[in-house]
Each structure stands twice: as structure tokens, then as C-alpha cells.
């Protein structure tokens, strides 16, 4: 059960809204977000809802069955929408793209791949400047500094960043220049971490895990939303399955569904999903055409020369290329939802 509270409910009105669920039988968790104040009821036993419904200082409730709550779509029906600044947005009925190299490398290769953005229209960049590494030998990111340098040169051009984070105590050194932190494959169940990004003002895009479920990423959102941030983003990059002619298995499955099961902006990564840059593009607009709000892959200018991932990076000209058949795609995308 969903309980939004009225701006403004008195503490009275709320003091004996929860003492009337308690009642009930239903163990009451209190949220409270961004842009609203929430009582999360859990419970099984059934009641009139109306019961609960007419008392004051409630704006809506609703009964959702299902383990994650705040990010179902059983309570909000209009999708969220993630809006950057400066006109930028991830939404439903939008088509958002985000490119960049798989790491931080320079200053050089930074201003390169920002004017390649911006000369394809592209608004949000990706990149890292903490990475996990298989190989402790491997290159980890710039740190920091990188992120500083990074932002500098991208806010000046109007480019958003969207970048990994690792562990709770980058959160706070990575704040002022962030626009969106990404929880990478191998943190979604890192419950530590998703608390406290509960606790920050800034998008959040959250990657499925190497071998996890839909649900389980569902139940990642929620943690973060029950932290207090509404400001999630849902990232398909592909599973680990037995099958080992690419880097993963892309599971655009999970875009339909997941548009189905939560009114959060799906986003999907087809660099990671496949691993192999030449069946990149295809992976990319498939993943238009099921339904996706955006569009994050890898891009460099010698991706041969990339310090990882060179193997499912695409050059500027692909990129250049990729952008425009991704936005062709979305529009046909668009023609076909309105037969």
C-alpha cells in the first residue's frame, strides 16, 4: 500500500493516519523525496481502502501487490521524466542518446569527444573516471581530478555528464560535477551504496546486474527511491548467460517489460550488451524499436588506441552515423505508434 501525504498534512493528521494502518495489521515505513511524502504500508491483510482513503491529509492511495512499490507503475501512471537543466530530459516520448569513451583518458581526448558531441547534437556525454576492473594491472580511471577537468570543459559547451560511481564516499567529492551518477553492473545489489544515493538531489541511472533479474533491478530502484531520490533511470546493458559469441546477451526483452512494470525512463546500452563494435548500431536501434527512452553507447576517436573497451567502441564517424539512424529509427518508431 501507497500512501501520498498532502504538502500540508499536521503532524495530528499523520500521527493518526499511521496509528489507523498499524491497526489494520500493516507495518508502516515513512518516505520522503523530492517531490512528495509517502507512508509505505506492508502487509496481507485485505481491508476497505476506503477505510484509509477518506482521512485527512491523504492526496492518493493505492494497493500495489508487487515487492517494489515506488517504482511500479500499479501507483504512477504518467512516467517519470529526468530533467537536467538547460532543456535537457530523459523521458518517455523522447528519445535521449549519450556517448562517450569507456574511460577518462586526458584533456585532449575529452575536448575531442565533446566537440564530436556537439557537433552531432548530442547533450549528455559518458565517461569514467573510476573503473572497475577485472585486472587489478588494468587502467582505473582518472580519478577526481578527471571528473574536475571534465566538467570544466563539458559545462562550458553544455554537455551533461553521466559517470560511474563506485562507493559511498565518492558520492559526495562527485556532486558538484555530476548530472547523472551511474550505479555500474557490478554495484546494483550494493545496498550500501543505493541507500545513499537515496540521499542525494541528482539523477541516478541504475545498470542491470551482471546476472540479474528484472525484478532484482526493480528492487535496486526502490531502494534508492525509498532513500528519497525520484530521480531514477533504468539501464538494459545485457546479461551473462552461456553463450560466448558476444560479451554479453543484450536482453531487449527487458524494455518492453520494464516500461510494462515501472514509470521510470529505460535506457539501453547496447556497447555493453554485445561487446562487438561492429553489431553495435544494430543492437542500438533495436533497442529504439522496443520501446527504449534512450540510446548510451561508447565512442572514441581511435578506439584502438581506447585504454578499455576499444573492442566495442565506436569511431567518431560511426558515432556520426549512429546518432542520425537512431533518431530515423525513433521517428519511424513514433509513426508506427500512431496507426
Known amino acids: 500500500m501507497i500512501i501520498q501525504l498532502k504538502e500540508n498534512i499536521s503532524a495530528k493528521q499523520k500521527e493518526a493516519l499511521i496509528q489507523e494502518v498499524h491497526e489494520i495489521g500493516y507495518k508502516i515505513t515513512e518516505v520522503k523525496t523530492q517531490?512528495?511524502?509517502?507512508?509505505?504500508?506492508?502487509?496481507?491483510?485485505?481491508?476497505?481502502?476506503?477505510?484509509?482513503?477518506?482521512?485527512?491529509?491523504?492526496?492518493?492511495?493505492?494497493?500495489?501487490?508487487?515487492?517494489?512499490?515506488?517504482?511500479?507503475?500499479k501507483w504512477k501512471v504518467k512516467p517519470t521524466s529526468i530533467d537536467l537543466g538547460d532543456e535537457v530530459c530523459i523521458k518517455d516520448g523522447d528519445m535521449a542518446i549519450i556517448a562517450g569513451p569507456c574511460s577518462i583518458e586526458s584533456e585532449e581526448q575529452?575536448?575531442?569527444?565533446?566537440?564530436?558531441?556537439?557537433?552531432?547534437?548530442?547533450?549528455?556525454?559518458?565517461?569514467?573516471?573510476?573503473?572497475?576492473?577485472?585486472?587489478?594491472?588494468?587502467?582505473?580511471?582518472?580519478?577526481?581530478?578527471?571528473?574536475?577537468?571534465?566538467?570544466?570543459?563539458a559545462k562550458e559547451e553544455g554537455i551533461k555528464i553521466v559517470t560511474?560511481?563506485?562507493?559511498?564516499?565518492?558520492?559526495?567529492?562527485?556532486?558538484?560535477?555530476?548530472?547523472?551518477?551511474?550505479?555500474?553492473?557490478?554495484?546494483?545489489?550494493?545496498?550500501?551504496?543505493?541507500?545513499?544515493?537515496?540521499?542525494?538531489?541528482?539523477?541516478?541511472?541504475?545498470?542491470?546486474?551482471?546476472?540479474?533479474?528484472?525484478?532484482?533491478?526493480?528492487?535496486?530502484?526502490?531502494?534508492?527511491?525509498?532513500?528519497?531520490?525520484?530521480?531514477?533511470?533504468?539501464?538494459?546493458?545485457?546479461?551473462?548467460?552461456?553463450?560466448?559469441?558476444s560479451r554479453n546477451t543484450l536482453d531487449l526483452n527487458a524494455v518492453p517489460i520494464l516500461k510494462s512494470k515501472s514509470h521510470l525512463p529505460v535506457i539501453v546500452d547496447p556497447s555493453h550488451g554485445i561487446g562487438i563494435r561492429e553489431y553495435v548500431p544494430q543492437m542500438?536501434?533495436?533497442?529504439?524499436?522496443?520501446?527504449?527512452?534512450?540510446?548510451?553507447?561508447?565512442?572514441?576517436?581511435?578506439?584502438?588506441?581506447?585504454?578499455?573497451?576499444?573492442?566495442?567502441t565506436l569511431d567518431f564517424s560511426q558515432s556520426a552515423r549512429l546518432a542520425d539512424w537512431i533518431r530515423q529509427t525513433f521517428a519511424m518508431r513514433k509513426t508506427f505508434e500512431l496507426l
Not at 556537439?118 to 572497475?132: A, C, D, T
Open 35 to 73: 517531490l512528495g511524502d509517502y507512508l509505505i504500508g506492508i502487509g496481507k491483510k485485505e481491508f476497505d481502502i476506503r477505510k484509509i482513503g477518506q482521512k485527512e491529509g491523504i492526496e492518493d492511495i493505492h494497493i500495489v501487490s508487487d515487492e517494489y512499490k515506488l517504482v511500479s507503475k
Open 110 to 153: 575529452i575536448r575531442k569527444v565533446v566537440a564530436h558531441l556537439k557537433e552531432n547534437g548530442i547533450r549528455m556525454m559518458r565517461g569514467g573516471v573510476f573503473k572497475p576492473r577485472t585486472s587489478p594491472y588494468a587502467f582505473r580511471g582518472m580519478g577526481i581530478d578527471g571528473l574536475k577537468l571534465w566538467y570544466s570543459i
Open 164 to 245: 560511474e560511481v563506485m562507493q559511498v564516499s565518492q558520492i559526495e567529492e562527485m556532486y558538484p560535477y555530476t548530472d547523472i551518477y551511474q550505479v555500474g553492473a557490478r554495484n546494483t545489489q550494493n545496498f550500501n551504496l543505493l541507500d545513499e544515493l537515496g540521499k542525494v538531489d541528482k539523477a541516478v541511472m541504475i545498470k542491470r546486474g551482471i546476472s540479474g533479474t528484472i525484478e532484482e533491478l526493480l528492487q535496486s530502484a526502490e531502494y534508492v527511491f525509498s532513500g528519497g531520490n525520484e530521480k531514477l533511470i533504468l539501464c538494459e546493458r545485457g546479461i551473462r548467460t552461456y553463450e560466448k559469441a
Open 284 to 312: 542500438a536501434l533495436a533497442g529504439v524499436m522496443a520501446g527504449a527512452d534512450g540510446i548510451i553507447y561508447e565512442t572514441h576517436e581511435i578506439p584502438e588506441k581506447a585504454y578499455s573497451d576499444g573492442q566495442q
